[in-house]
């Protein structure tokens, strides 16, 4: 995709296509750690990715999530929960210790 294209907002005030892709990414994130049963962290720092690394880890993301949920039994798919847990950041003079 072109730059401007990337960068277009429908109306101004609207996401743009990588801020629309970042939010999906997000989503895939959230799907792929409810069927590998991890928390997800709300707060913590997320890496600046370009459009195309984008693209592809939230396809990576949609296909394991997929293939995880095609091979879930009916039991284990009852059981899958989405966890939120807020990230936690030391105060500037104990991260300098730490």
Request: no cysteine; aromatic share 6%.
């Amino acid at each position: 995709m072109r730059a401007e294209d990337i960068n277009f907002s429908p109306d101004g005030d609207g996401r743009t296509s990588l801020e629309t892709l970042v939010h999906i990414f997000d989503l895939t994130n959230v799907l792929l750690n409810s069927v590998t049963k991890k928390v997800n962290m709300t707060g913590a720092p997320k890496p600046e990715l370009p459009f195309t690394e984008l693209r592809k880890r939230t396809l990576e993301n949609l296909n394991a999530a997929s293939e995880k949920l095609k091979a879930s039994s009916e039991q284990e798919l009852n059981n899958y929960k989405i966890i939120f847990k807020m990230a936690t950041r030391l105060p500037n003079a104990l991260s300098a210790i730490n």
